[in-house]
């Protein structure tokens, strides 16, 4: 075991963890936006949230390597501008992670924000709170078990990618190599006691991330009832 | 004196609200009417809710909205309080955090009423820190009350605060909402459905039809037109009066009442000599007669003359009764079957004695 490579453990956590906050960052206020809005766009943007439910990663790899390349629309933009080569870096990963993930976080977040309905928000609004007061006395607080639901399968779901991150990151140690391309370059290098071991890891952390949603889940209903 | 005057023209599908009225700036309005005839809709715009785009209306002399000059207070901003018809309490938040929230978010210097006013008017002091689901619907609602008048309102909008209530809650809260007309300044205006619950509480009757008002006025004047007008005859009609109490006959557990009708036997009340108190006469305990009755057991009766009645009876007719020395006052309601009416050939601008057999006080 001594030469056991933490590494891609340790790089899947991190961009899990970043991934997960952009999400957020970038999902509520489109959650907020798709549950609210009575504008007929709505149904579009809703279609573009879910593609990467069926999408194969590939496609999605293929479109982020032709757009962030360094010859791309985006990509090539950027590093006119000085930014650093967004393609075969971490950075590119997270762009990648948090598009594959987008639904996972977005719908629970959004379901939460229309389950509150209308009623909440008008009382506070009969209470003197504004709009901006509203959303974070009234819709964040009574929507959290969303966040917590989105959270969770963002993180869970990035932990998981593959397609992806092979087109766009590749397999450069400790920037790109991440668990599941790890595990598949064990297998190609006909390792199979660290597949083996990181198969494993993987098998038991996403069955225990779904046994804490589901048993929150469970818990609150039994509060609520 | 100051007054709310508001105009409202509003669709919503196939629903058209076209109202316009002025009402005392005071007092406790009921809006009643039909379910459909848009009384919701009509609180909604007042409270800016639901924003009607061709709209006018003032509180006092406050305007609230002019869509003629583009002037709408969005809700925040109005001084109002709104209890829904259900509780709708923050299920996040205890019944302690529910009813702050609206006074955290007034300067001190505005809050009229304080926590400890508030909580013994509506009775929830034993349940300040619990959470919004282990209470029942009537402590659900009297936190909802309790929080819309922590909010400091210069106008209290109730929407059927009582209708998704059983018996026994919708008893268990009336006394509070009384209890707030007594001795608050606020003006009210309650929607509800029931005449009985608006006859309780108000002084000025709105009516809704269809998205119009077709009454609007002091109550107990417009209450009998409101009978009386409407195509149906209503089995449960009832008069509201004021009286003053003269005496008590401690004996006989009677009091006596002063009323416009002129004196008036109702059971022994605790109210003292002097004071003002509503008085309730059900359509179905008058009876009329052509002469004074001296050989009976009912101890009121006046001399009348019949005002109007049902437009269209099939079986029974109400009859608006007026005294004879005061034509424009409040009137008694009488329903006797139309062949009574038939038989005694009576006529409207007749004088006829009324017969009252039962008296309930209100208030």
């Known amino acids: 075991m001594d030469s056991f490579d933490w590494s891609p453990i340790f790089l899947t956590l991190k961009l899990a963890t970043v991934s997960v906050v952009a999400l957020v960052i970038l999902g509520t206020p489109l959650a907020w936006w798709l549950a609210r809005t009575t504008n007929r766009a709505r149904v579009v943007v809703e279609a573009f949230v879910a593609m990467p439910l069926v999408l194969p990663p590939s496609v999605l790899g293929f479109y982020l390597l032709f757009l962030l390349g360094p010859n791309g629309p985006i990509g090539g933009l950027w590093e006119s501008w000085g930014g650093p080569r967004l393609v075969f870096s971490f950075t590119g990963l997270v762009i990648g992670s948090v598009l594959y993930s987008l639904p996972f976080v977005v719908q629970p977040i959004q379901n939460a924000f229309m389950a509150i309905g209308d009623r909440p928000l008008e009382v506070a609004a009969t209470l003197r709170a504004n709009a901006w007061d509203r959303f974070w006395s009234v819709a964040m607080p009574m929507a959290r078990r969303g966040f917590l639901t989105a959270a969770t399968l963002g993180f869970a779901h990035t932990v998981g990618e593959f397609g992806v991150v092979l087109m766009i990151g590749g397999n450069i140690p400790d920037s790109t190599r991440v668990v599941s391309i790890a595990i598949y370059d064990s297998v190609e290098a006909l390792d199979y006691p660290n597949a083996h071991i990181l198969s494993a890891g993987m098998f038991a952390f996403s069955f225990v991330v779904f046994l804490i949603v589901y048993s929150m889940n469970r818990r609150a209903d039994t509060v609520a009832r | ?363």
């Open chain 2, 1 to 363: 004196m100051s007054k709310i005057h508001g105009s409202f023209k509003h669709t919503s599908g196939a629903f058209t609200l076209d109202a316009e009225f002025t009402i005392p700036n005071r007092g406790v309005t009921g809006i009643f009417g039909p379910s459909g005839a848009g009384k919701s809709t009509l609180l909604r715009c007042i409270a800016g809710l639901t924003r009607a785009r061709i709209a006018t209306l003032t509180v006092g002399d406050e305007t609230w909205q002019d869509e003629s000059r583009r002037v709408f207070m969005p809700v925040h901003q109005r001084s109002l309080g709104y209890v829904f018809q259900e509780a709708s309490l923050f299920p996040h938040l205890s019944v302690r955090e529910n009813i702050l929230f609206g006074f955290k978010r007034i300067p001190a210097a505005q809050r009229a009423i304080s926590m400890d006013q508030a909580i013994a008017w509506t009775g929830i002091g034993a349940m300040l820190d619990r959470m919004p689901t282990g209470l029942s619907g009537g402590e659900r609602q009297r936190v909802a009350i309790a929080r819309a008048l922590l909010a400091s309102p210069k106008l209290l909008l109730m929407d059927e605060p009582l209708a998704s209530l059983d018996e026994p809650s919708r008893a268990e809260l009336m006394p509070y909402l009384e209890g707030l007309h007594r001795d608050l300044s606020i003006p009210l205006l309650l929607v509800s459905h029931s005449l009985r619950e608006i006859a309780r509480l108000a002084d000025t009757l709105l009516v809704l039809r269809g998205g119009h008002v077709t009454e609007c006025g002091p109550l107990q004047s417009l209450l009998p037109r409101v009978y009386t007008e409407s195509g149906a005859v209503h089995e449960d009609a009832f008069a509201v009066l004021d009286a003053t109490v003269a005496r008590h006959d401690a004996p006989y557990h009677l009091t006596e009442l002063q009323t416009v009708f002129g004196p008036m036997w109702a059971g022994e009340v605790s109210a003292v000599s002097g004071e003002n108190v509503r008085i309730q006469i059900a359509a179905r305990d008058v009876s009329i007669g052509k002469a004074v009755e001296a050989q009976s057991s009912i101890v009121n009766q006046f001399q009348v003359r019949i005002a109007s009645h049902t437009a269209r009876p099939p079986g029974n007719v109400i009859v608006a009764l007026v005294p004879v020395q005061a034509p424009e006052a409040a009137p008694l309601l009488s329903l006797i079957t139309r062949r009574s009416w038939d038989q005694m050939a009576l006529e409207i601008g007749m004088t006829v004695f009324a017969r009252v057999k039962g008296v309930s006080i209100v208030r």
